[in-house]
């Protein structure tokens, strides 16, 4: 398989990505960000209870 025909078919389905929306029904923005500020929050959290000798 060539780089050229390689790229022709990536473009091809970027292309058909944009006519469905690309985005899941199901995935709501403010709820993921939100669940990944907590997670991230928390290892955060537990990195700072393990580091106590500074």
Do not use: C, K, Y
Not at 12 to 22: D, L, M, P, V, Y
Not at 24 to 40: D, F, I, Q, R
């Amino acid at each position: 398989m060539s780089f050229h025909s390689t790229a022709a078919q990536l473009v091809t389905f970027a292309a058909e990505g944009e006519e469905r929306g690309g985005n899941h029904e199901s995935l709501n923005p403010l709820v993921t960000g939100g669940g990944a500020l907590l997670v991230l929050l928390l290892l955060l959290w537990i990195t700072t209870r393990f580091n106590r000798d500074r």
